[in-house]
């Protein structure tokens, strides 16, 4: 595993100060994706301190070798910063589309009848190839297709096994090889495509911390891209399909952590049914413990604009009181006229919603009762003393993460050191809510373990001599998933130690 991969790297096992010491002041993270906007190590390190923690490199417009350059770019701010920056590469999924038309696009209207079928002779107003027999085995009559990210809808009127009959419900515009929804069907085909396959192989190898797998529609999808990744990465799924809601549990067993995917679920279900959901499946995420970014359209109109609409901080808003691991930026970032500047408005509303004073009633409202483990009731038990005694900090000692993921999943009010020997580690926990990860040598003995812990709050600015803090970890010291210590420790006068 990789171990002191940023910052000093000296031989003693006390903790060395990094080059900067980055201290955000909110709990939220912010996911922000690269693009031709923000390709360069120079705004790269620019969107870090306005504010990103986590950075996304969309794989249905990244080869191979640029993937390896974002990667390289993200490292070199991440050394520079002496902070872990965490990498998410999300892959494109399978994508369906229509075939092309002799006139390069058609209108069709409500009320006409339209079909797809197998024939390759490019279409007509009157039908168009879909070139998926995989849809045309599952299609049953009255089912739903959408067209152009749900501009257009018809309803199946018969099904065959190469031919689809329609009638149009909304017409429009239709164009070559524009995608297709199928909201009301189970398309029998892998989550995983080959172009898939490579680029999670690709992803894994370079060293992202997690992959993001895109049109989840059942647990198995998420379990098999697992066994693909083979621990060197984190797995996200992305709700964005109806099916995947019904067996969201059996999901949420299988993920690392969740991505609510608004573009696709608003276009395959009724719009107005996607806050709710998000809610739910924020809800549900935080009950498991998986981390939960809430993504798509935060801050849509920074793409072209250098204020967003009022509409648009609320959204930020409702996924900041509902206590989401982090809030996303796509094209806002990617391609748009302002990167950082949607980045510093991103921040700065999380911070005005983490002041409010009912931020902390709707997150204890919103708390889920701990599970039956030695592990969960630690972390639960740990939230009470540190907001009881109201602590400076809550310092978990984690080799694996789980330790700082528990913790986290209590919501506490104070902020959550996660100190690890491990760089994967730190850069996976940079997504996850209230963390603030530091790379730290491997603890010896818990004497060492607890002196650590008192150098590393002051250093970082949480703490000051005479403060008390509380510690969580596992002993024996070095074994996995075994956090079943608590202690309240007081920082000694010269700030170095317990």
């Known amino acids: 595993m990789d171990r002191f991969a940023f910052g000093r790297k000296d031989n003693a096992r006390t903790v060395t ?65 002496g ?28 009320g006409d009848t339209f079909i797809f079928d197998a024939d390759q002779t490019p279409g007509d107003v009157s039908r168009i190839n879909l070139p998926h027999p995989e849809i ?54 892998p989550a995983l495509t080959e172009k898939d396959r490579a680029d999670l192989e690709a992803a894994a190898t370079v060293g992202v911390d997690w992959i993001a797998l895109s049109f989840v529609q059942r647990a198995e999808d998420v379990a098999e891209a697992k066994k693909l990744v083979a621990g060197r990465a984190s797995v996200m799924a992305k709700i964005e399909k109806p099916s995947a809601l019904t067996v969201l549990d059996d999901i949420l067993k299988q993920a690392d952590g969740i991505m609510v995917a608004r573009g ?27 981390p939960v970014v ?48 949607a980045v510093q408005t991103m921040d700065r509303v999380a911070q005005e919603v983490e002041k409010d004073s009912l931020y902390g009633n709707i997150i204890h409202a919103q708390r889920s009762v701990p599970e039956a483990t030695a592990a969960d009731a630690i972390s639960a038990a740990a939230r009470t003393i540190a907001e009881t005694l109201k602590l400076p900090a809550i310092v978990c000692y984690t080799g694996t993460g789980s330790t700082g993921l528990r913790v986290a999943r209590e919501r506490p009010n104070v902020p959550i050191l996660a100190l690890t020997p491990i760089a994967h580690t730190a850069r996976k926990l940079a997504l ?40 969580t970890a596992g002993v024996p010291i070095g074994t996995p998933g075994t956090s079943n210590m608590l202690r309240i420790a007081t920082i000694g006068r010269d700030g170095k130690g317990i």
């Open 17 to 81: 100060k990094p080059p900067n010491t980055v201290h955000r002041n909110r709990k939220v993270k912010i996911l922000a994706t690269l693009g031709p906007a923000s390709s360069t190590p120079e705004m790269i390190e620019k969107l870090f301190v306005a504010g990103v923690d986590v950075f996304r490199i969309n794989m249905s417009h990244t080869n191979h070798e640029l993937l390896k350059t974002f990667y390289g770019h993200i490292r070199q701010v991440e050394a520079k910063m």
């Open 83 to 110: 902070r872990p920056i965490g990498i998410l590469a999300d892959l494109q999924g399978p994508k369906i589309r229509i075939g092309t038309f002799a006139t390069k696009d058609v209108r069709i209207a409500a």
């Open 136 to 189: 045309f085995a599952a299609a049953k009559v009255g089912d739903s297709l959408l067209l152009n990210d749900g501009r257009l809808r018809v309803e199946i009127t018969e099904a065959g096994k190469d031919k689809i009959v329609s009638k149009v419900i909304y017409g429009g515009e239709l164009s070559d090889r524009k995608g297709v929804n199928l909201p009301d069907t189970v398309i029998p085909i």
């Open 264 to 290: 696709d679920l608003g276009v395959e279900l009724p719009i107005e049914a996607v806050p709710s959901l998000q809610k739910q499946i924020t809800r549900a995420a935080r009950r498991y413990g998986r």
């Open 294 to 341: 809430v993504a798509t359209q935060m801050l849509e109109s920074m793409v072209t604009e250098p204020v967003p609409t009022r509409a648009e901080v609320s959204d930020v808003a409702t996924a900041v009181y509902e206590g989401a691991d982090a809030v996303m930026l796509s094209a806002e970032s990617a391609s748009g006229k302002w990167p950082e500047k």
């Open 432 to 471: 996850v809510w209230g963390t603030h990860c530091v790379l730290v040598p491997d603890a010896q003995s818990i004497d060492e373990m607890f002196s650590n812990a008192g150098e590393v709050t002051t250093r970082e600015g949480f703490t000051k001599p005479g403060d008390r803090i509380l510690i």
